[in-house]
């Protein structure tokens, strides 16, 4: 170069990049595609740095800009933060034998997680699905959506039950003794009934006299609408042996 002359340079990127930076002497001049050197007495340095070229759904793959960087995942068009606007399961109780539906709205396709019981998304963003838990307890569904996971609010399931017994479960002929004992599980109220016993309680038990046969009942009330669950026991009458 001639002493005291300007040079200008011209910075282009190759296909797919971009200019991310330009340095002069060290010092950042930012963003730009020419420089020009002026009057130029002494060495000088100038250096360019250059990106890929971004996407704009949020890819980092130009120019294909459909892979995402985690968390973000890819809903067919851009890279988006997995959410979900709803999810819930219905009714929150239930009694064990009955179904439950789960509905959801997320901006991602989604997969059901284990502990399924029937339940499927199908791979879908959104929709409705049932399942029929198999046993008693608390029950939560979840979803993998976009490698991020949800679940669904928790499902209380209800074994409605009743049971009463006798002991002994027969009295000499002409009465006798007798401990009549009931228990229930999955039940708001229990009515207990029969000759000398009269209770409202779930579980228990209480010795009565018993002279006749006689017919001890537990009827009680399922914690969630459904049918009444029942029980009975006989005590009977007659002679009782003892050996010696």
């Known amino acids: 170069l001639t002493y005291g002359s300007n040079q200008t340079f011209t910075i282009t990127p190759a296909s797919g990049y971009v200019i991310s930076s330009v340095v002069v002497d060290g010092v950042g001049q930012g963003v730009m595609n020419t420089y020009t050197f002026t009057n130029i007495t002494a060495n000088h340095t100038i250096t360019a740095s250059f990106a890929l070229v971004p996407c704009t759904n949020g890819a980092n ?3 294909t800009c459909n892979t995402c960087t985690s968390p973000l995942a890819w809903n067919g068009s851009s890279c988006v933060t997995p959410s979900c606007s709803m999810k819930t399961a219905s009714p929150s109780a239930i009694n064990l034998g009955s179904s439950i539906t789960l509905n959801w709205t997320c901006n991602i396709s989604c997969t059901q997680i284990a502990n399924t019981d029937g339940f499927v998304t199908g791979g879908k963003p959104s929709g409705s699905g049932t399942a029929k838990p198999t046993s008693s307890g608390t029950v939560t569904y979840g979803m993998t ?4 996971s949800f679940y669904f ?6 074994a409605p039950g009743a049971s009463i017994s006798a002991t002994p479960p027969r009295v000499p002929t002409g009465g006798g003794t007798t401990t009549i004992a009931w228990s229930s599980t999955g039940v708001a109220s229990c009515t207990v009934s029969g000759p000398g016993l009269s209770s409202t309680l779930t579980s228990g038990s209480q010795a009565v006299t018993a002279s006749t046969s006689s017919t001890y009942t537990i009827t009680c009330t399922p914690t969630v609408t459904g049918s009444p669950v029942t029980s009975s026991t006989i005590v009977n009458t007659g002679p009782v042996f003892q050996e010696f």
């Open 61 to 63: 793959n130009y120019p």
């Open 153 to 158: 609010n928790p499902v209380t399931v209800y």
């Open 145 to 148: 959506c976009g490698g991020s």
